[in-house]
């Protein structure tokens, strides 16, 4: 049976006219989405392209920002309006929940113009980019403690607030970045705790132990201290070192004097038991 004519074209056609056929086929449905029936983006100025994707800033609807501020810097590589849409486009990546792009854009904003007015939110936007990644569905629909996961991207984004601090410590985001930074401490801190809680658990104390003096030398005024401070103390004994055993009960004592390790020294620290860890979000 002969082919249609259509079919006959779409067979007669080079390989890499087809691709592009394709490629078109794609595309020209989002720029509908993008721009009305009778806009040509090709003939809008700089101007007219940046006021739009701000407009749809604006209104939240960062799609389509996103598709403009990139339809701007692919044709106006160069000038002020460029220069703002870069650091906008990465907003609106943010917004998006697209944290990988829009990380990558930021340094690519800071080092094409290290120079800029706003390299400050720049480097903010960097630490919120990794404060606010997703810890995956269950955290988005149940209360799943996140420090019990992977913390590079708490590390990470500790890191990006630092430099921020350290590079513009008088800018108008250095506030917000040290209340974001103490949060990131006592999350990290928390990480560290349980972990150490963990080996402890499982009667490996010199690992429990270290992990209990890295919190007290690397994130002090952290509200697990005094966990860690009593977990040392509790390894010491396990470990027969009965002298460092009690210089850190004064320690403790000096500083925590409330501590629930007072309370039980012999119970402390409570763990639950094996049927509760088994409880989904729970354990």
């Not at 087809?18 to 700089?46: D, Q, R, W, Y």
């Not at 917000?176 to 349980?194: H, V």
């Not at 004064?250 to 763990?271: A, I, M, S």
């Amino acid at each position: 049976m002969m082919a249609t004519l259509p079919q006959a074209r779409f067979r007669s056609m080079r390989p890499s006219k087809l691709l592009l056929l394709l490629i078109l086929i794609v595309l020209l449905p989002a720029c509908s989405t993008l721009f009305g029936k009778h806009e040509n983006p090709n003939n809008m100025t700089v101007q007219q392209l940046y006021a739009r994707a701000t407009k749809a800033i604006k209104v939240g609807n960062f799609t389509r920002a996103e598709g403009i501020y990139t339809r701007l810097i692919a044709r106006f590589p160069y000038g002020p309006y460029t220069q703002r849409a870069q650091i906008n486009l990465a907003f609106a990546q943010y917004k998006e929940d697209k944290p990988d792009d829009a990380y990558s854009t930021v340094h690519r904003y800071i080092r094409t113009y290290p120079a800029a007015k706003d390299i400050t939110y720049a480097y903010y936007l960097l630490g919120l980019i990794n404060f606010n990644r997703s810890g995956g569905l269950l955290s988005r629909l149940f209360p799943v403690d996140r420090t019990e996961r992977d913390q590079g991207y708490a590390v990470q984004s500790f890191d990006d607030f630092s430099q921020l601090l350290q590079r513009y410590p008088n800018s108008r985001y250095s506030q917000a970045a040290r209340q974001r930074m103490i949060w990131l401490r006592n999350g990290l801190a928390k990480s560290e705790l349980n972990t150490a809680m963990y080996y402890y658990q499982r009667e490996a104390y010199i690992g429990a132990l270290h992990r209990a003096i890295y919190i007290v030398k690397h994130y002090q005024r952290a509200p697990q201290i005094g966990d860690a401070l009593a977990l040392m103390i509790k390894c010491y004994e396990q470990l027969g070192d009965q002298k460092l055993a009690k210089q850190t009960l004064q320690v403790l004592k000096l500083n925590y004097p409330n501590h629930p390790y007072f309370k039980d020294p012999e119970g402390w620290p409570h763990f639950h038991s094996m049927w509760w860890r088994l409880i989904p979000l729970f354990g």
